[in-house]
């Protein structure tokens, strides 16, 4: 846990998280770019099963989605991990930025 007991470190600590929001940026455009990508394939695959497979139409559906459970869950995982990472900074930010208005104001 960081010291925020005062302006100065408070600041410092934003800027902290400043940097690692900017270092991460790419990384998360990226996953993001990956993840959708891969989630057009994973339609376009579920389509072509959907359309071969033979049965009810929920039988069908069943067996398209079988057939792509997988596909993408590698870049979905990337991009959640980031996603997740970053909605983390921004949140502490916020909290910094809380706390900077707050000890301003005492």
């Not at 049965?55 to 559906?61: F, I, L, P, S």
């Not at 990472?85 to 005492?106: F, K, M």
Request: glycine letters at 4%; a negative charge; charged letters at 30%.
């Amino acid at each position: 846990m960081s010291d925020l007991s005062s302006p100065a470190l408070v600041m410092a600590r934003l800027r902290d998280i400043e940097n690692d929001l900017a270092q991460r940026q790419n990384d998360y455009e990226q996953a993001a770019l990956d993840w959708f990508r891969a989630k057009r394939d994973q339609e376009k695959a579920w389509a072509e099963a959907f359309i071969s497979a033979e049965g009810t139409v929920a039988e069908r559906k069943a067996i398209a989605d079988f057939a792509t459970a997988e596909v993408g869950k590698e870049e979905e995982a990337a991009y959640e991990a980031v996603k997740a990472v970053v909605r983390t900074l921004d949140t502490r930010a916020s909290i910094g930025q809380s706390i900077l208005r707050a000890q301003a104001r005492g």
